[in-house]
């Protein structure tokens, strides 16, 4: 594969868009599934809970959320149109009426008034933030007093090695300091999780990939 086709893959990680978005959606599904729903079990969801969504992707996981307790309320936000597309369709297939999806711009802001949400989870959007400290604390306003964020991603030390992880596209943290920014912005018992799994990177090849989930409280 050639400079110009992962950096592609960079910028459609980041934002995917167009056939190869497709395609490639249907893939992070495919690798990523098992990670978002390690981070979905850690929420503990109940019913009737307010739950937030940064980055959902084609949003082929909302089955298993809502297998977890099927009256909570969804909410998502994407800055892909692709993703709201394909997420729609999802939406469509679902019983549920309590999902709703917003295209947001990059702003480290949140549409959303104070105190609205039980949760708040991510899966492999950090690295794209602009400004994490920034997008953290806003996560923290949305949240309920009690609430809780997760956070997963693919270890530092293993994702700076993927050949399409371009420096310009991707920032990857470690996990001491993102713990540190979480408990700076106030979050309480934050809690991290590893984990190792046999999974495809997003050229197709076979891979043991680690990833951590981290939660914690507001
Ligand atoms: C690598 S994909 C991960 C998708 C899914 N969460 C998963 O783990 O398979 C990153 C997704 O986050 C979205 N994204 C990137 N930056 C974002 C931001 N600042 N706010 C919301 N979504 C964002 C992208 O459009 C893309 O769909």
Same mark, same amino acid.
């Given at each position: 594969?050639?400079?110009?086709?992962?950096?592609?893959?960079?910028?459609?990680?980041?934002?995917?868009?167009?056939?190869?978005?497709?395609?490639?959606?249907?893939?992070?599904?495919?690798?990523?599934?098992?990670?978002?729903?390690?981070?979905?079990?850690?929420?503990?969801?109940?019913?009737?809970?307010?739950?937030?969504?940064?980055?959902?992707?084609?949003?082929?996981?909302? %089955?298993?959320?809502?297998? &977890?307790?099927?009256? =909570? !309320?969804?909410?998502?936000?994407?800055?892909? $149109?692709?993703?709201? #597309?394909?997420?729609?369709?999802?939406?469509?297939?679902?019983?549920?009426?309590?999902?709703?999806?917003?295209?947001?711009?990059?702003?480290?802001?949140?549409?959303?008034?104070?105190?609205?949400?039980?949760?708040?989870?991510?899966?492999?959007?950090?690295?794209?933030?602009?400004?994490?400290?920034?997008?953290?604390?806003?996560?923290?306003?949305?949240?309920? %007093?009690?609430?809780?964020? &997760?956070?997963?991603? =693919? !270890?530092?030390?293993?994702?700076?090695?993927? $050949?399409?992880?371009? #420096?310009?596209?991707?920032?990857?943290?470690?996990?001491?300091?993102?713990?540190?920014?979480?408990?700076?912005?106030?979050?309480?018992?934050?809690?991290?999780?590893?984990?190792?799994?046999?999974?495809?990177?997003?050229?197709?090849?076979?891979?043991?990939?680690?990833?951590?989930?981290?939660?914690?409280?507001?």
């Amino acid at each position: 594969m050639s400079m110009l086709d992962l950096n592609d893959v960079a910028n459609q990680l980041r934002c995917p868009s167009g056939q190869a978005g497709e395609e490639l959606a249907e893939m992070m599904f495919k690798s990523n599934s098992n990670m978002i729903y390690k981070t979905v079990d850690r929420l503990q969801l109940d019913q009737k809970d307010a739950v937030l969504e940064i980055g959902f992707g084609s949003a082929k996981h909302l %089955p298993y959320i809502f297998s &977890a307790a099927k009256n =909570i !309320r969804y909410h998502g936000v994407e800055i892909s $149109p692709l993703m709201m #597309e394909m997420a729609a369709k999802v939406k469509e297939s679902l019983e549920q009426e309590q999902i709703e999806l917003t295209l947001t711009g990059e702003l480290n802001s949140l549409p959303y008034s104070d105190k609205a949400f039980n949760h708040c989870f991510s899966v492999n959007t950090v690295y794209f933030w602009s400004d994490p400290v920034k997008y953290f604390t806003e996560i923290y306003r949305v949240l309920k %007093p009690g609430g809780s964020i &997760a956070l997963s991603y =693919i !270890r530092e030390d293993f994702a700076q090695e993927q $050949p399409f992880a371009k #420096e310009d596209v991707f920032h990857f943290y470690r996990t001491e300091w993102l713990i540190r920014i979480l408990t700076n912005i106030g979050y309480s018992h934050v809690e991290r999780w590893q984990y190792i799994e046999n999974t495809f990177d997003k050229l197709g090849n076979k891979v043991i990939r680690p990833f951590v989930v981290l939660k914690g409280k507001k």
